[in-house]
């Protein structure tokens, strides 16, 4: 039997124990263990400070590049576009200074900004699905070309905002027709657009600033499924960006949209992929820093004499920056009615024969 001696014996030895790594730890331990975990705090402390110190020199380098860049931007978009009118549409919600910027930048280019255009929510709004067909209907009996008998109403209304903004009277190219002012009215009237401005001179080409996706696709909750509705709005909002940029193609033979950082689903990689409009219509990302904002007049220049690219940082994009091509000049000349001056009118003032060859190779 285990008797009351066995017992003393080991809790004599199990206090021996404690106190021996007691006096080890206080004594001859001490100072291995807290000079082992000193020197790993250093190293890390030093580790730290080196990636910060590199984090650094790396800003440092950025910031410098980008004021490289920044001087030289006016430079770069100097007289591309000169002599153009540009009429800019925003559909999302793009920040007041990117639409700032973009202005400034096509301004600098040499281009006119004939009108600054908001697609407001009610365009993509699904609740207002049936309003917009029975507009579409009014809006076409004074669309000239007619829409096809099978466009859809997101098409005609796309075709009635590009029509209102690049529309001049025949007699006078400089001056905005009278069933142009009146599509522009129609849609206004109907809150499905706002302008910044009244619109008086019909532009040559439009420029389209696309809002970021998550201003459409916001959960509630962290890793929450975006609503059906949401789901539907993006999408509405897909067709009306395609539709205004191959609009855009057919009235002036260039087509430019311009948006945010590249995102699957998102507006600028469907057009990207999208078998009608990858080869025609030209994007750019990023349009949110001064990189992307030069890229959108670069690009216009570029699609207005005939070349079509993606622009950005991302896998998708054909490169960087748009290549500096200076548009040639443009001469508008009223139309004459048919007999006089010995043959009819173009039907598009705006339009010279080197834009015309850009349009036709735009296909």
Do not use: C
């Not at 650094?56 to 920044?70: G, I, K, P, Q, Y």
């Amino acid at each position: 039997m285990i008797d009351f001696r066995y017992h003393l014996v080991s809790l004599i030895s199990v206090f021996l124990a404690l106190a021996v790594g007691i006096v080890l730890g206080a004594g001859p331990l001490k100072e291995s263990i807290g000079d082992t975990l000193t020197g790993e705090v250093d190293t890390l402390r030093q580790r730290a400070a080196d990636l910060r110190a590199e984090l650094d020199e790396v800003s440092a380098r950025l910031a410098d590049s980008e004021e490289v860049f920044a001087a030289a931007a006016d430079d770069l978009v100097a007289g591309v576009l000169e002599g153009r009118r540009v009429a800019v549409v925003e559909l999302g919600d793009t920040a007041p200074e990117v639409v700032e910027e973009v202005t400034a930048r096509l301004d600098a280019a040499g281009a006119d900004v004939t009108a600054s255009v908001r697609v407001t929510d009610g365009w993509t709004d699904p609740a207002r699905t049936t309003f917009r067909q029975t507009l579409a209907g009014t809006l076409a009996e004074y669309l000239d070309p007619a829409p096809a008998p099978d466009a859809g109403a997101g098409a005609t209304l796309a075709e009635a905002l590009v029509q209102g903004l690049v529309t001049a009277v025949p007699e006078d190219p400089d001056a905005l027709a009278e069933q142009a002012d009146v599509l522009l009215r129609l849609l206004v009237d109907s809150e499905l657009v706002e302008l910044a401005a009244e619109v008086t001179v019909p532009a040559d080409a439009v420029v389209l600033l696309v809002g970021p996706v998550d201003d459409v696709l916001v959960p509630e909750e962290e890793g929450a499924t975006p609503s059906a509705v949401e789901l539907d709005r993006l999408e509405l909002r897909e067709g009306a960006v395609r539709d205004l940029a191959l609009a855009s193609l057919a009235r002036t033979g260039a087509a430019v949209v311009a948006g945010h950082d590249l995102v699957e689903g998102g507006v600028v990689a469907v057009l990207r992929t999208g078998d009608g409009t990858r080869s025609r219509v030209s994007t750019v990302t990023a349009v949110d820093t001064l990189v992307g904002q030069v890229s959108v007049p670069l690009a216009l220049a570029e699609r207005l004499t005939g070349g079509v690219g993606h622009y950005g940082s991302d896998d998708e994009a054909t490169a960087p920056l748009p290549p500096r091509v200076v548009v040639p000049p443009l001469v508008r000349e009223p139309e004459l009615p048919e007999g006089e001056g010995g043959e009819e009118g173009t039907g598009d003032p705006a339009q010279t024969s080197d834009d015309a060859g850009a349009e036709g190779t735009a296909g």
